[in-house]
């Protein structure tokens, strides 16, 4: 049975920032409540043409140049996410399209802020079962564009950004050793975008109502989010016979600092152990460990060979958690320029298109 080794990582972090001194002049806040509230400083903000898929494709075109592979050689794509740039088709499949993966099947996972760890568990199933070698995981959110800059309970917290590893199959043990993922859908209700599904259809009145904004019963997803954090870290460990003490770097989602000193609490480790940029980001969602992550390695801190857990929780209700041995790329010939494939991916997406629309005439003509 292969092993499944994350070999590629990168991110993308819109230029625009937001400071908390800037938000203290859109809504009743300061400063020194949301730093010390939520440990957020910062958060990065999409400018005008920059979606989801824009800032996934930036994110999964350096993860394939740290893997140096070949977008046609992927088979996957999962683009974890709750900010699509539509419901459908699959911001995935935009990503894919883009980057001129031709080979590779691709679809959108909706588990929130946990999304990260179910995508990344879900390509290292499929590498592990030896149905695929190549995939690219995707965390990517555009946050700002529903979030109720009026509603200073939820708009202090929230950032964009997005994180991408690439996982490939390899005979040498490593990689994601085992994961957990877990639902409860009964607490739902504490954090929704309602507006624009199948029961709120988009209309004046959805509008009027607010409910495209994000909605968050804080001190609910806080309790939550307190109590499964630690749990599901030991649940992974224990699924991969691992301990606690064997962990170099746990990387949480990145929701508040107060929650993160909780689980370290919980964890009985010390916050030296956990890596954290919430002050420069806010809370990004699914892109939040991923974004930590690349960070963490590009910094030296995370180092081939080193043990991690990544563990959230989010919207749905959902949590769950994920232990790795970090890999690194692994050595390969030559060298790939998977920015030339976006380029060779553009020519193709317009010649495709432009054969459709041929095509389209001909039928048309023929009926
Ligand atoms: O990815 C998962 C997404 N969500 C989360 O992880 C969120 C989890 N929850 C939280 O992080 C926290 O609950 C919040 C940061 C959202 C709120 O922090 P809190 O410590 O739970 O504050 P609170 O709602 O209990 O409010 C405390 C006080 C209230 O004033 P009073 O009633 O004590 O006078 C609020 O009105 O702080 C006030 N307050 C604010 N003051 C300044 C609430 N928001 C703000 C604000 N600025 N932005």
């Not at 590498?127 to 995981?137: D, M, P």
């Not at 994180?163 to 954090?191: I, K, N, W």
């Not at 016979?241 to 929701?255: C, S």
Request: glycine content about 10%; proline content about 4%; hydrophobic content about 40%.
């Amino acid at each position: 049975m292969p092993y499944a080794h994350i070999t590629g990582w990168g991110m993308a972090a819109p230029e625009t920032v937001l400071t908390n001194d800037d938000l203290s002049k859109m809504v009743e806040t300061n400063d020194q409540w949301i730093r010390e509230r939520t440990g957020i400083r910062e958060r990065r903000i999409a400018k005008d043409g920059q979606t989801t898929s824009s800032l996934g494709v930036e994110a999964a075109l350096k993860a394939l140049t740290v893997a140096n592979l070949r977008p046609t050689d992927l088979d996957l794509i999962i683009c974890s996410t709750s900010t699509p740039d539509y419901i459908f088709p699959a911001t995935a499949c935009l990503i894919q399209d883009q980057i001129g993966a031709t080979k590779a099947g691709a679809f959108d996972l909706l588990a929130a802020c946990s999304g990260f760890i179910y995508a990344a568990n879900m390509a290292a199933q499929a590498i592990r079962s030896g149905s695929i070698r190549n995939a690219l995981v995707i965390g990517s959110e555009t946050l700002s564009r529903f979030v109720n800059w009026k509603d200073r309970g939820t708009c202090i917290l929230f950032g964009d950004g997005a994180g991408a590893f690439v996982l490939q199959a390899s005979e040498r043990p490593g990689g994601v050793y085992s994961a957990v993922m877990h639902s409860d859908g009964s607490g739902g209700d504490s954090l929704t975008l309602q507006g624009g599904g199948s029961r709120y259809p988009a209309s004046e009145a959805t509008i009027h109502e607010g409910r495209h904004f994000i909605t968050m019963d804080g001190k609910e997803v806080f309790r939550f989010a307190t109590r499964v954090m630690a749990q599901a870290t030991h649940e992974a460990l224990d699924a991969a016979g691992m301990k606690v003490e064997d962990v170099n770097w746990i990387v949480p989602h990145q929701a508040n600092i107060r929650i993160i000193e909780a689980a370290a609490r919980g964890l009985k480790l010390p916050m030296e152990k956990f890596v954290v940029n919430i002050e420069r980001y806010g809370n990004t969602s699914t892109a939040s460990i991923p974004i930590a992550t690349v960070e963490a390695v590009e910094k030296g801190q995370i180092k081939p060979g080193d043990k991690l857990v990544m563990v959230g929780f989010g919207a749905g209700l959902t949590w769950g958690a994920l232990t790795a041995e970090w890999t690194g790329p692994v050595p390969s010939k030559g060298h790939v320029y998977p920015a030339q494939y976006r380029a060779l991916g553009r020519i193709r997406s317009f010649v495709r298109r432009a054969i459709r629309f041929i095509e389209g005439i001909i039928f048309r003509r023929e009926l």
